[in-house]
């Protein structure tokens, strides 16, 4: 979403800059749009990055000036992971024990939903808190590949590639989620009237 008084580059640039990208930098854009795509993304890699591209050619998504050009894409790539039109209509959704997953439409009869009660309640606040985690740092490409990462259960080095930042920057970024991960959980406990 376009933010009061940020500055964008225009779509022609935006695609030139695609266009221009190198062979490290298209095979790191690849890297990304896998990690989403895997990390609870419906639609393929490839989809992802065709469709962002095209919407970023529409000028449907503004690329502002003070965000690397890899880190936008892949934010792009990730609001676009669950959109249920890049999903081929002969695969479904189906809530599972270990989350969601895409099934055929042939195989659904084979899947069970077996979540228990306290599964599920542990499941939802996790989300919850990782909701406001990324509502909270929304806009913020890197924190944004931090997050997926984590979802994802990448570290190290792993991550590192995957956020494309070094280990000194990482480690500010750990340090940023952190903290808000332990201002998230006092207001939790203050909610709840624990100390």
């Known amino acids: 979403m376009d933010q009061p008084g940020e500055e964008y580059y225009t779509a022609d640039e935006a695609f030139a800059t695609f266009r221009g990208l190198s062979e490290l930098e298209l095979d790191k854009l690849g890297r990304i749009a896998s990690f989403i795509a895997c990390s609870g993304g419906y639609a393929p890699p490839q989809e992802l990055i065709n469709e962002s591209f095209i919407r970023i050619a529409e000028g449907k998504r503004r690329w502002p000036t003070n965000v690397a050009f890899l880190a936008f894409v892949g934010g792009v790539m990730k609001s676009l992971a669950t959109d249920g ?111």
């Open 85 to 195: 039109d890049l999903i081929p209509e002969e695969r479904k959704l189906v809530r599972l024990k270990q989350g969601l997953i895409i099934v055929n439409s042939e195989d659904l009869e084979m899947v069970a939903a077996n979540d228990d009660c306290a599964d599920l309640a542990r499941k939802a606040q996790l989300e919850q808190a990782m909701s406001k985690l990324q509502a909270h740092f929304a806009g913020d490409g890197e924190m944004e590949m931090l997050l997926m990462g984590i979802e994802d259960g990448l570290r190290g080095k792993d991550l590192q590639e995957a956020v494309g930042v070094d280990a000194k920057r990482l480690e500010a970024l750990r340090t940023r989620m952190n903290r808000q991960i332990e201002k998230l959980a006092n207001e939790s406990w203050a909610a709840e009237g624990r100390p």
